[in-house]
């Protein structure tokens, strides 16, 4: 299966998301659906059901992460996937200590991924084979994330579709 660590927007957040993205650029033939929308932390690629227990044996026991908000406020486009998507100029520690963590889970679990550096992002199209212009409206998402999720991701006749397979709640932030 293939499979990916990632971030999921409230469906509030993801909605607004969706109704900013038609009024900002209307003329897109791939967006991603509304229901699809996340932040990866981390492309496994292809792995094995051995892989999915020694990833969740792993998570268990290592992930110690309070909730927290992410803000989603300018647009990046990349012209080789021919994709469009929004990013954070200010990442989160805690956004990093999960890149962090997860690295270290897939190399752990041996699972190999591709050496790059982290680019927070939630795709917003695809197939855009020109960097569109700037959006009509500013982007500005702020959004409390409460939960790291392992998603597979399925190809069917009509898209793609990222199938929840395991979760992880964090645990809630207090402030008096």
């Not at 094995?48 to 927290?68: G, I, K, P, R």
Request: with cysteine; charged share 20%; aromatic share 12%.
């Amino acid at each position: 299966m293939r499979a990916f660590f990632a971030l999921t927007p409230p469906p509030s957040s993801k909605l607004a998301i969706d109704a900013w993205r038609e009024k900002a650029f209307p003329h897109f033939f791939s967006p991603v659906k509304a229901s699809n929308l996340h932040i990866t932390l981390a492309f496994l690629g292809e792995i094995t059901e051995n892989h999915l227990d020694a990833l969740s044996q792993y998570v268990d026991s290592h992930l110690n992460m309070q909730c927290f908000s992410i803000t989603l406020d300018y647009v990046g486009y990349w012209s080789k996937p021919k994709a469009l998507w929004l990013g954070n100029t200010a990442l989160p520690r805690e956004q990093l200590e999960l890149v962090d963590c997860l690295q270290k889970a897939a190399a752990t679990c041996g699972i190999k991924m591709q050496k790059r550096d982290y680019t927070s992002h939630l795709t917003l199209a695809r197939k855009c084979h020109e960097n569109p212009p700037a959006a009509l409206i500013e982007p500005n998402f702020t959004f409390q994330n409460t939960e790291l999720t392992l998603y597979e991701s399925v190809s069917s006749p009509h898209g793609v579709l990222y199938r929840p397979i395991l979760s992880w709640p964090f645990s809630p932030r207090f402030s008096f």
